[in-house]
């Protein structure tokens, strides 16, 4: 079974650092090159898309993500309005 590469093809995003930037210093255009990478997310998606991911894996991954922030913000709102006397100790 031959996969067809021109098939798998990538977002057009494109990640510049000119030497303007960086004061023509190689080590400060290196770390605002990883820093627009990581920021633009090139990695982690091809990362993705090294392998087939099935698609109900895709969906679980989402709903599970999807609780795990609902939970946190329900946590911070709680804490929000919650009152603190309940929190202080007794002084005797």
Do not use: W, Y
Not at 10 to 19: D, E, I, L
Not at 48 to 57: G, L, N, Y
Request: net charge positive; hydrophobic share 30%; proline share 2%.
């Amino acid at each position: 079974m031959r996969i067809d590469q021109r098939k798998r093809s990538f977002t057009g995003t494109q990640v510049a650092v000119t030497a303007d930037e960086c004061g023509d210093n190689p080590e400060k255009m290196i770390r605002k090159f990883s820093k627009k990478v990581k920021r633009e997310g090139l990695l982690e998606e091809m990362r993705d898309r090294m392998h087939f991911v099935k698609p109900s894996v895709v969906r679980a991954k989402k709903k599970r993500e999807t609780k795990r922030v609902i939970q946190n913000v329900n946590k911070k709102r709680e804490e929000l309005f919650t009152s603190r006397d309940t929190f202080k100790k007794r002084r005797r």
